[in-house]
T-cell receptor, first 114, second 111 residues
């Protein structure tokens, strides 16, 4: 079975632009979470979606938004990019997004903002 | 605010030299503690979930334990392929259902 897939693998943008990152969860998983990982740090929680509804949001500005589609795939959108948005963006899927569900991570999208 | 602190930040061992990594946490109502392994430029790979103090789990050369304030990842007779960054994360009772991660321990096993 395929694991979590993310696209694109790498992305280079300039300040002020917007970006859309995509994620497909493990088959049968209905919850998707997004994390930002800056070099040398642990991942930081951005959003969790379950059954197309936002379940939780981390401490990120409104420039960050996400949505989940009927097939459970998800998009993360970032507007008005800043240099500080350069990071590895990770998507994780879990069965139902419950409190004890294990989150399985994809390979990530490396975003570089110039 | 939930906090996770991992130590040491980096650890260099000889092949076969056993050691332990520490994860200290402060959370409001722990629901689960997770260990992940991350290779450079890749996503974290799930290793273990621990739910309550006293619980232990093993997988090959790795063993994870949990107390009320910290977790240990014991590595027995490590091999070079065990070199990676090991991340600890907690899921707390309140809040957003996201995981709170530590900064990780960068482990290097020299042949």
């Amino acid at each position: 079975d395929a694991g979590v897939t993310q696209s694109p693998t790498h992305l280079i943008k300039t300040r002020g632009q917007h970006v859309t990152l995509r994620c497909s969860p493990i088959s049968g998983h209905k919850s998707v979470s997004w994390y930002q990982q800056v070099l040398g740090q642990g991942p930081q929680f951005i959003f969790q979606y379950y059954e197309k509804e936002e379940r939780g949001r981390g401490n990120f500005p409104d420039r960050f938004s996400a949505r989940q589609f009927p097939n459970y795939s998800s998009e993360l959108n970032v507007n008005a990019l800043l240099l500080g948005d350069s990071a590895l963006y990770l998507c994780a899927s879990s069965l139902v997004g419950g409190t004890t569900d294990t989150q399985y991570f994809g390979p990530g999208t490396r975003l570089t903002v110039l | 605010e939930d906090q996770v602190t991992q130590s040491p930040e980096a650890l260099r061992l000889q092949e076969g030299e056993s050691s332990s990594l520490n994860c200290s946490y402060t959370v409001s109502g722990l629901r689960g503690l997770f260990w992940y392994r991350q290779d450079p430029g890749k996503g974290p790979e799930f290793l273990f979930t621990l739910y309550s103090a006293g619980e232990e789990k093993e997988k090959e050369r790795l063993k994870a334990t949990l107390t009320k304030k910290e977790s240990f990842l014991h590595i027995t007779a490590p091999k070079p392929e065990d070199s990676a960054t090991y991340l600890c994360a907690v899921q707390a009772g309140g809040g957003a259902d996201g995981l709170t991660f530590g900064k990780g321990t960068h482990l290097i096993i020299q042949p």
